[in-house]
């Protein structure tokens, strides 16, 4: 049985800065991929950004240069960090973890809310 616990969501003001972090538990495979996707209401789930096990990272265009994602492996665990918030990040924000034999897990979410 895999777990992700997701923490660090709340309520902050336009301009404001929160860090979300997403620690796998229980028997997993060695991870590959470890990302963060959003669903606001009405929205599609969308992609916020990813991290591979190297290092490697992509961003979804809306947050580039605002959002920073950062991994430690050895703790499984993903962090993202935010700031310059807008109203238009509010949302739910899932972790998404997948293992090198493709299995994949999703976290419960956690309700980022930036009022203006």
């Known amino acids: 049985q895999v777990q992700l616990v997701e923490s660090g969501g709340g309520l902050v003001q336009a301009g404001g800065s929160l860090r979300l972090s997403c620690t796998a538990s229980?028997?997993?495979?060695?991870?590959?991929?470890m990302s963060w996707y959003r669903q606001a209401p009405g929205k599609q789930r969308e992609l916020v950004a990813g991290i591979t096990s190297g290092g490697s990272s992509n961003y979804g265009d809306s947050v580039k240069g605002r959002f920073t994602i950062s991994r430690d492996n050895g703790k499984n665990t993903v962090s993202l960090q935010m700031n310059t918030l807008k109203p238009d990040d509010t949302a739910v924000y899932y972790c998404y973890v997948t293992d090198i034999v493709q299995n994949t897990y999703w976290g419960q979410g956690t309700q980022v809310t930036v009022s203006s």
């Open positions: 229980g028997t997993i495979w060695r991870i590959n991929i």
